[in-house]
């Protein structure tokens, strides 16, 4: 389990409460390995893990799956737990278990890992690899970028080929995320986020969270406080203070800067930007603002299709090739 953000959060509650993270998305993270085979299983142990994870800390930390949920929980001095899926191959190709996600409570979903999807290609499809499977997101894809919309469960592009990002903005109707992205203008890594990109974001009204792993802020393996904050920086001079977060991945990377070792730490980061200038009304947004007003459109997007009577979609997805076919589907 791989913990995201309202900022991505480190495991030990008192490091949350140091780092003042009041509420951090727990990422279900399944090996691209488990793709067309245990993929879905893996994933359910996943949530269970982290709703037991909340049970445990209760009443400290809450479940939440809505805008009014963290709010109040924030009001009680509590921290939310939310839950995201990290890889669409977690679904199976399905629907049906897009949907039970959402019912037990995934508000986000990555829609690419490390690897491409039946339906999406990941960031593999770009420099250096250049490995083009589909071109971007395919017409079962869009179905399932519609589908998210529809249930009011935000879209992330973190991991995804350019052409993935660029069909995803052009269909979804809510805002989008990247969960945990850097700029690309700093490091040129096919993780992060290139201007362009940067810039239809911003026409989406989505959000860029910015990850602190060395190699995407510096693209070595050291960094420090001062590059997490020229991404920050570059992100909002492109896209606009609305549109970039935090969502630095602890406990999902293994190279962190110099002064950001956990996310106790993210108070420094916040001076540091104090000191180049941003006043306390922008890191509040920097910090969480921006995410629920992202969470609040994508709620209003869901709410305003139930009143359209929109119905579940209910397309039956391609084929798998020959190739990928691992004996692990019953036909009919």
Not at 296 to 306: L, M
């Amino acid at each position: 389990m791989s913990p995201t953000t309202a900022t991505r959060a480190n495991m030990p509650k008192l490091n949350l409460l140091l780092g003042q993270a009041p509420a951090p998305f727990w990422a279900a993270f399944v090996p691209c390995e488990a793709q067309h085979k245990d993929a879905v299983q893996i994933t359910l142990e996943q949530i269970d893990v982290i709703k037991r994870l909340t049970e445990r800390y209760s009443p400290h930390l809450t479940a939440c799956t809505s805008v009014h949920d963290i709010v109040e929980a924030h009001k009680n001095h509590q921290m939310c737990s939310l839950i995201g899926v990290e890889g669409g191959h977690s679904l199976g190709g399905s629907l049906g278990v897009l949907r039970i996600y959402y019912t037990l409570g995934v508000r986000y979903m990555t829609l690419t890992t490390t690897c491409h999807t039946p339906w999406a290609d990941s960031n593999n499809a770009d420099a250096p690899k250049y490995d083009v499977k589909h071109g971007g997101l395919t017409a079962y894809g869009k179905t399932i970028v519609r589908e998210m919309n529809r249930l009011g469960m935000i879209v992330d592009l973190s991991r995804s080929s350019v052409a993935t990002m660029k069909d995803v903005l052009a269909t979804s109707q809510a805002p989008v995320i990247f969960s945990h992205s850097s700029a690309y203008a700093l490091c040129n890594s096919s993780r992060n986020v290139q201007d362009e990109v940067l810039a239809l974001l911003a026409k989406n009204r989505g959000l860029v969270m910015v990850n602190f792993y060395n190699k995407f802020l510096s693209c070595g393996e050291n960094a420090s406080v001062q590059d997490a904050a020229a991404h920050i920086n570059h992100i909002r001079q492109i896209a606009g203070i609305d549109h970039v977060g935090l969502g630095a991945g602890y406990d999902g990377i293994n190279f962190t800067p110099r002064g950001l070792e956990d996310v106790s730490s993210y108070p420094r980061l916040f001076a540091e930007l104090l000191g180049q200038g941003w006043t306390a009304e922008e890191l509040e947004q920097l910090a969480g603002r921006n995410l629920l007003r992202v969470l609040g459109a994508v709620e209003k997007v869901r709410e305003n299709q139930r009143l359209s009577g929109v119905r579940p979609y209910e397309d039956i997805p391609p084929a798998i090739r020959p190739e990928e076919h691992a004996n692990c589907t019953t036909n009919s």
